[in-house]
Nanobody, 122 residues
Framework: QVQLVESGGGSVQTGGSLRLSCEVS????????MGWFRQAPGKEREWVAS????????YYVDSVKGRFTVSQSNAKNTLYLQMNSLKPEDTAMYYC???????????????WGQGTQVTVSS
């Protein structure tokens, strides 16, 4: 079992920054990949970014490339999402998730946090 707890959400104006954190506990060595997802009201959950535990390789949805950075602590027990140049369309509930095998869709992520709200006003 892996437990995930997000924090760091809040309200900012357009162009502002936030850093989300996801504290990881439990069977942390079982993780293959971790990701950030978001869901806006009335919309489907959207993948935002991923980081692979062994290689450290990172991947982003096109809409956040150059603005968001996913990283992890040296101890690999905290996942971060640095969000810069925020836009109103970034407003959503943000979730971190962990996959214990190679994920090809959100359903392949076995563990999810409870989410943290990000609101960007114009």
């Amino acid at each position: 079992q892996v437990q995930l707890v997000e924090s760091g959400g809040g309200s900012v104006q357009t162009g502002g920054s936030l850093r989300l954190s996801c504290e990881v506990s439990g069977s942390t060595d079982s993780r293959y990949c971790m990701g950030w997802f978001r869901q806006a009201p009335g919309k489907e959950r959207e993948w935002v970014a991923s980081i692979y535990m062994r290689s450290g390789s990172t991947y982003y949805v096109d809409s956040v490339k150059g603005r968001f950075t996913v990283s992890q602590s040296n101890a690999k027990n905290t996942l971060y999402l640095q969000m810069n140049s925020l836009k109103p369309e970034d407003t959503a509930m943000y979730y971190c998730a962990a996959a214990t095998y190679y994920p090809t869709s959100p359903r392949d992520y076995n563990y999810w946090g409870q989410g943290t709200q990000v609101t960007v006003s114009s």
